[in-house]
């Protein structure tokens, strides 16, 4: 035996051996098996998520109201922006509830989750249970709640019930997000911060919210997104003259689906769409800091 013979013999060692035979053929026919059928059910799924959206962007430009085709038209945006002012109004009562309701729910969940986390006191573990009830009780239960605590101490129905409400169960969604990034935290900062003659209001502004920011934002939009589709609780503590979104599509609906919702809804698609493409380097870039 030569040397070109053993270095040849060595070389074929160290290569990985192909598998062959009968049993190979099998592992390869499963493996496709298995790929086609992920792939199917990956695109089933997709389907059967996405294909109502498609449907609603479709007929919103239907000339009809009906379910067939009748024709390409821009009517129903028209009759959207220009002849709707009952829809917009209860638009934008939805948006400023929303808005105001997860603000506020962000200054008290984000402090009381700094407070919670920071302070040992004799009802922390109490405090800390009961703010995650809104989240896991059932809305009608809420929302039943909500309104008899309103009737017994006699305030009026309407904008600042909502208000009220949606901050409610806004709160531990806030709380719960502000809570998993101070687990995070690196405590030696604060310590840091004192050494450095900061006292407790400016170690909490320029330290502490700063860091904390991700999930303070993230709580805030969890929060903005829940009051706006929110109809379960709206609908037992809104009074007249204070209908929502959620409230007026479902007053329209019982006459049949108009499609002005159909346009409205692929005009709010097309606003997430965009507000979460700006807010998403937006998000990078704090969580960066």
Known sequence: MNIRHIVQQTITSLKPRVPVGEAARHAKRAYRTRSTFSLIMFVGTVAFLFMPLFVLILYSFNSSKGMNWTGFSFVWYEELFFHSRDLWRSFWNSIFIAFTSAATAMMIG???????NWYRFKLRDYIQTISFLPMILPEIIIGVSLAIFFAGIK???????????????NLPFVFLMVMARLDEFDFSIIEAAHDLGANELQTLLKVTIPICMPGIVSGFLTAVTISLEDFVITYFVSGSGSSTLPLYIYSAIRFGVSPVIN???VVMILG?????YLLRNFLKYIAAK
Do not use: P
């Open 272 to 276: 997430t769409v965009a507000l979460t």
């Open 263 to 265: 346009a409205l809804s």
């Open 155 to 169: 305030l009026k129905l309407g904008i600042l019930t909502i208000f009220i409400a949606h901050t409610t169960f």
């Open 110 to 116: 984000t402090l009381g989750a700094i407070g919670v």
